[in-house]
């Protein structure tokens, strides 16, 4: 059963590589903006970095409020899109939860590989100081690797979290129908 | 194992005027057993596919029954149907119902994946079929670019992967070249003498595998009851 799963959830990101690859971009920008916005809350503390600490808020909050905005539209966009996919696979027995369950699936191997890779970028530009911000590099020697890895998990949680809830609000409405109401197509 | 359906009657409001009517399904009683092949026939509109879908679990009468075993269509919820579905019923539809952005081999898939088989078994069981059915060549293809014909075969591909107790198929060969055609019943005979029970739609009185129930529909009833033989 998982292992069906997991073969249906890949294929359908395969299939959908539009769709997939704006849910990864959005995933991955949610993820590298919430990311950096904790480390700026983390490591520009200090009075003197009181302009820079605002700037970064304002830039990174903004590219956080598009980019989630961007990734449950796009999510609702491909759920709505996929409806006479559902009225397909529950006419052949498929079961509302089983249907939840493969949206959960995608959303989570898109949003946490998405989520995870803007993460370790922004690490990599750092540490590299290819991305230079004052104080950044320095301070971020100082951060323990646990709390690092929390900062990170906190913005990966929060990518899969905004996909997975905006889909399963949809699915819940498009799913309540029966399967001829799903095969004309309305929501 | 036996289906049963008593006096099962569907009935829709009208898309032209909300307040009457339309009885596409009136009073029908039959009953369809493993290892037997059923045809029911008549005009477009005579009520064939609601009848169908009914038997087929795919939704509900308005009055009557259908019984399998102890399940009550009418009193059964969403989710017993849906594992009855999946387990004892292969479903051909009328209209092309393939999901659009998947391929060909992974339709004939999907829908068959979400419990108890495994994924190699049924990816094997997929291949041997499409070759039987000389659809190997199309395997890769999305549903958008195969003929008419080709889609219902892709259909009846589906339909039949996990060998189901009872298989509905609605206008199987209606858009198949006589080859295909051809194809299509000796499969469907095969299933028959295998112990699968095959419930046909079509416009004629189309008789296959032997000792074949035709029954006539019009208005939504059954006008003749009889018994063919060989096609």
Known sequence: ?187 | MTIKAQSVSKRYRSPVSKASVIDAVAGISLDINVGSSTVIYGPTGSGKTTLLRMLSGISKPTSGEIIFHTLHYTETGDRKLSSFRERYIGYVPQRSMLIKDLSVFENVISPNAFRQRHIRSLKSAARTLLERLNLEDTAQRKPDTLSGGESRMVMIARAILTRPAFLFADEPVSELDDDSAKLVLDLFSELKRDGSAIFIASHEPLAFGGNTDLYAIKNGRITEHTRGGHR
């Open chain 1, 1 to 187: 059963m998982l292992l069906n799963m997991i073969w249906l959830s890949l294929v359908n990101i395969k299939r959908r590589t539009l769709f997939s690859v704006l849910l990864f971009a959005m995933a991955f920008l949610v993820a590298c903006s919430l990311f950096l916005a904790n480390l700026t809350h983390k490591l520009l503390s200090l009075p003197d970095t009181v302009e820079f600490r605002q700037f970064f808020y304002t830039v990174l909050y903004s590219v956080l409020a598009v980019s989630a905005l961007m990734l449950s539209a796009i999510s609702a966009v491909s759920t709505n899109l996929r409806r006479e996919e559902y009225a397909i696979l529950r006419t052949f027995g498929a079961q509302r939860s089983d249907i939840f369950l493969l949206a959960v699936f995608e959303s989570f191997f898109l949003c946490f590989f998405g989520a995870l890779s803007g993460i370790l970028l922004v690490m990599l530009l750092i540490l590299t100081k290819a991305l230079y911000i004052p104080y950044f590099f320095e301070g971020i020697m100082r951060v323990s690797l646990y709390r690092l890895i929390g900062i990170g998990g906190q913005a990966v949680l929060l990518s899969v979290l905004i996909e997975v809830a905006v889909s399963a609000v949809l699915l819940f409405l498009i799913l309540r129908k029966d399967i001829l109401e799903l095969e004309r197509g309305r929501l």
